[in-house]
């Protein structure tokens, strides 16, 4: 099939280059002409395991290509995928979806009849209806289908995650978008990874929620990291107790100074913000952010108190920067 990524960020760049290596014909569009350019000549703005070959590879196949031009890729599209970012809105916490908007308006007067523009992008309940809204404002009698298509990608796993998945969640509202993914994640399909339909909105929950319950764990154990401490337990082997348990899992039971990254804060956060808009207060993710932040202070305390009580004048040296650095 015809797919058009409007986004070269790591989830864009990343299902772009799957997809194609799936044996679709893929474009991906990004505004940035440098990144743009880059990619072109092989270079790869993110490091992930096994991208750049996977890029390369079907570059030269002729199945992967970049541009900046929308009417270079959307008018001959099957699908229309938004991978844009979708970051935490000052004030509120609210996911800000001006670049997915922006996307929506952009792409509205080259879509072609029967198209499906799918959201990749983690987006609150009810983007999917703002997104069909802002289409039919530029053009009221398109013919479209609008769906919701999540990902469940790891940074340093992402290409396995997305050959490999737990599950495919593809939300829709008619038949036609619902077929059209079918056919573009057939591959994996008949390799058994199993797919599963829902609404458009259960599909954007959906995401939220995993993400919610991951966090939740997170912060879980770290609550319990504190308790063993107090009474001389060791928390690695409390996490492995409870982790061997199936219905647990060991996942995500590491305790550390909470999670970061670019996904669980803001998701937390804007799922708190859709429970407050639609009046349904969801007090256990509550809990979750507050542990969260304590977490990265108590963290801190530690520091200032392993180095004597007092850090001012000294040098502290951090190996690792990933999502756990909280100074």
Same mark, same amino acid.
């Given at each position: 099939m015809r797919i058009a990524m409007i986004g070269t960020g790591y989830v864009g760049l990343v299902s772009g280059t799957c997809f194609s290596d799936f044996g679709h014909e893929v474009t991906c569009i990004d505004k940035d002409a440098?990144?743009?350019?880059?990619?072109?000549?092989?270079?790869?703005?993110?490091?992930?395991?096994?991208?750049?070959?996977?890029?390369?590879?079907?570059?030269?196949?002729?199945?992967?290509?970049?541009?900046?031009?929308? +009417?270079? +890729?959307?008018?001959?599209?099957?699908?229309?995928?938004?991978?844009?970012?979708?970051?935490?809105?000052?004030?509120?916490?609210?996911?800000?979806?001006?670049?997915?908007? +922006?996307?929506?308006?952009?792409?509205?007067?080259?879509?072609?009849?029967?198209?499906?523009?799918?959201?990749?992008?983690?987006?609150?309940?009810?983007?999917?209806?703002?997104?069909?809204?802002?289409?039919?404002?530029v053009k009221p009698d398109l013919d479209i289908s609008v769906a919701s298509n999540p990902e469940f990608l790891r940074?340093?796993?992402?290409?396995?995650?997305?050959?490999?998945?737990?599950?495919?969640?593809?939300?829709?509202?008619?038949e036609r978008g619902e077929q059209v993914l079918r056919e573009i994640y057939r591959p994996l399909f008949l390799n058994r990874s199993p797919i599963v339909a829902m609404s458009r909105r259960g599909a954007e929950l959906t995401k939220y929620a995993a993400n919610a319950f991951l966090a939740t764990k997170i912060s879980f154990i770290n609550e319990i990291a504190d308790l063993c401490e107090k009474v001389g337990a060791d928390v690695q082997d409390v996490a492995r107790g409870i982790g061997l348990d199936n219905r647990i899992g060991s996942k995500f039971l590491h305790a550390g100074p909470g999670y970061g990254g670019s996904c669980f804060p803001k998701d937390t956060l804007a799922l708190l913000k859709t429970g407050q808009d639609y009046e349904a207060p969801l007090r256990?993710?509550?809990?979750?952010?507050?542990?969260?932040?304590?977490?990265?202070?108590?963290?801190?305390?530690?520091?200032?108190?392993?180095?004597?009580?007092?850090v001012q004048g000294k040098t502290v040296a951090i190996l690792g920067l990933t999502f756990k650095v909280c100074f």
């Open positions: 440098a990144k743009v350019d880059a990619l072109r000549s092989g270079r790869i703005p993110i490091y992930e395991p096994g991208l750049e070959s996977l890029v390369t590879g079907n570059a030269k196949a002729g199945r992967l290509r970049f541009t900046t031009d929308l +009417a270079d +890729a959307v008018p001959q599209a099957d699908a229309v995928f938004i991978a844009v970012g979708t970051p935490s809105r000052r004030g509120d916490g609210h996911a800000d979806l001006s670049y997915v908007y +922006a996307a929506a308006r952009e792409m509205a007067e080259y879509l072609a009849p029967g198209t499906v523009v799918v959201t990749k992008s983690t987006v609150p309940v009810g983007t999917g209806d703002d997104v069909l809204r802002i289409i039919r404002e940074e340093g796993a992402a290409i396995e995650d997305f050959k490999h998945p737990d599950r495919i969640v593809i939300g829709c509202e008619d256990i993710v509550e809990a979750v952010v507050a542990v969260n932040e304590n977490r990265k202070r108590s963290m801190g305390r530690k520091v200032i108190q392993a180095m004597g009580g007092a």
